[in-house]
Structure formats: structure tokens, C-alpha cells
Nanobody, 124 residues
Framework: QVLVTESGGGLVQVGGSLRLSCTAS????????MGWFRQRPGKEREFVAAISWKGFGTFYGDSVKGRFTISRDNDERQTYLHMLNLKPDDTAVYYC?????????????????WGQGTQVTVSS
């Protein structure tokens, strides 16, 4: 069983930045594709970003392209979501996800393993 744990959420002002971190255990970290989803208040869960096993492949949801960057450090067993120019509409619970496969780019890629989520609140 793969356990996914995210951290780094909090309160940030409009235009600010924040970095979320995530680790996964139960499998060799570099054997896992990683990603992020979010759920905004009153809305469906939404794909944010994904990264392949060694980090050579990435893709993003349309709403975050150009502002968010996903990265990973396999030696540290961490994946990160760097969020810039945050807007009130970015307020959400952010979920880190993992899967053995790196899914094809789509608006809702499949990931089997999910973290509990971390709250990000952007205040105006």
C-alpha cells in the first residue's frame, strides 16, 4: 500500500506564492508518478499537475498553466507544487496523488493513491 502525505498549506495573500510538499512511502519513490489535484469550495475535484517518475514529463490543468510548477527530488522522496501569483479562486484543498503509471495527459488523469489533502486559502 502506498501512503501519500502532503504538507505546506496555509493562508497567503493575493499575488503571493506558496510551495506544497508531498512524500510517498510503501514503494520506491522513483517508481511512482506523482501529481496534484484540488477541490475548491462547492466545486468538483480538479486536476492541477502531474510529473513522471524521473521528472522528464509534466502536464498541467488549464487553470494553473503558467503560474504553478510541479517538480520532484527523488533523492529526498519529495514532490513539490510551486504556486505563484495566487488568486482567491485558488483557495482549495490540495491533494497529492501517486500512481505506478504516468497517465496520458487529460483533464482528469487517473491516479490510484491519494493523500488526505492540505488547505490553501488565498485572502484578498
Amino acid at each position: 500500500q502506498v501512503l501519500v502525505t502532503e504538507s505546506g498549506g496555509g493562508l497567503v495573500q493575493v499575488g503571493g506564492s506558496l510551495r506544497l510538499s508531498c512524500t510517498a512511502s510503501g514503494r520506491t519513490f522513483s517508481d511512482l508518478a506523482m501529481g496534484w489535484f484540488r477541490q475548491r469550495p462547492g466545486k468538483e475535484r480538479e486536476f492541477v499537475a502531474a510529473i513522471s517518475w524521473k521528472g522528464f514529463g509534466t502536464f498541467y490543468g488549464d487553470s494553473v498553466k503558467g503560474r504553478f510548477t510541479i517538480s520532484r527530488d527523488n533523492d529526498e522522496r519529495q514532490t513539490y507544487l510551486h504556486m505563484l501569483n495566487l488568486k482567491p479562486d485558488d483557495t482549495a484543498v490540495y491533494y497529492c496523488v501517486a500512481d505506478n503509471m504516468f497517465p496520458p495527459a487529460s483533464h482528469m488523469p487517473k491516479f490510484d493513491y491519494w493523500g488526505q489533502g492540505t488547505q490553501v486559502t488565498v485572502s484578498s
